[in-house]
């Protein structure tokens, strides 16, 4: 076997690696009911890779009759340029969340907690991971207050921040220390609504921001947006969710970019 023909055979045997990973990351969180653009997204490119590995020859071939003529030859490096444009994009801005996230909070007096989902009055795994990293931060700060921040949706019985509340506060939390917002939903209403709650309490700028890791970027932008400056508190993310989320942020983040 000559050493091109065994790049060929090395490279169709890894687009079926590639795309049977990619299914088991992303597609293997729709029967737990997780489902956005990280999940898509996942599963479309694991879709691809298999697609790329079964109709290999195919390919090759449409790929030889296109250097045959100027405009296939255009077509073929418009199409590597894009390829490498979305993953240059893709790369650097995940390398943006993960620095985010070791911004870490040190001292800061004013807690911004950002809701999730909460399961009728029981909170999701997400929202229990930021009201750990909550309590954390409390308990090594006793100064501090933290403004718990999250509305109530449709399939909700209360509140997000009332379910932060009830969870700290049951935790041992001082509840004098708690401060209640339920009227925002989402992110930007969240920093935006909570910002009003430190000007008229003369709470500190300088904040210490607990939400999940991959979330911090977004909402450090956000926060940056409104005059605020913020330190990451970050609450963990099951290592099986961390593809289709740091994934969905990505797009989240660039979304957030194109904003400004």
Not at 158 to 168: K, P, Q, R, V
Request: positive net charge.
């Amino acid at each position: 076997m000559t050493f091109k023909k065994f790049s060929l055979v090395a490279l169709r045997v890894s687009a079926f690696a590639l795309g049977f990973m990619f299914l088991y990351l992303f597609l293997i969180q729709v029967p737990r009911h997780i489902f956005n653009a990280g999940t898509v997204l996942g599963g479309a490119a694991g879709f691809l890779f298999l697609a790329l590995g079964i109709f290999w020859k195919r390919v090759l071939a449409l790929i030889k009759k296109a250097k045959e003529s100027k405009t296939g030859r255009v077509i073929l490096a418009l199409i590597a340029v894009l390829a490498a444009a979305g993953a240059c994009i893709y790369f650097v801005t995940l390398g943006t969340i993960i620095g985010a996230e070791k911004n870490e909070a040190k001292g800061q007096k004013t807690l911004i907690v950002l809701g999730c989902q909460v399961r009728g009055e029981v909170p999701s795994l997400m929202l229990k991971a930021r009201i750990d990293a909550a309590y954390d931060y409390l308990s090594e700060n006793p100064d501090a207050t933290a403004i718990l921040s999250g509305g109530q949706g449709a399939d909700e019985r209360i509140s997000e921040a009332e379910c932060i509340y009830e969870n700290l506060a049951k935790a041992g939390i001082d509840k004098n220390r708690l401060i209640i917002e339920d009227k925002s939903v989402n992110t930007d209403e969240n920093i935006k609504n909570s910002l009003k709650i430190i000007e008229d309490k003369s709470l500190s700028k300088d904040i210490a921001l607990a939400t999940s890791g991959f979330h911090q970027k977004r909402a450090d932008m956000i926060c940056e947006k409104y005059g605020l400056s913020a330190h990451a508190v970050n609450a963990a993310t099951p290592s099986y969710l961390v593809p289709v989320y740091y994934t969905r942020e990505v797009g989240a983040v660039v979304v957030e970019y194109l904003k400004k």
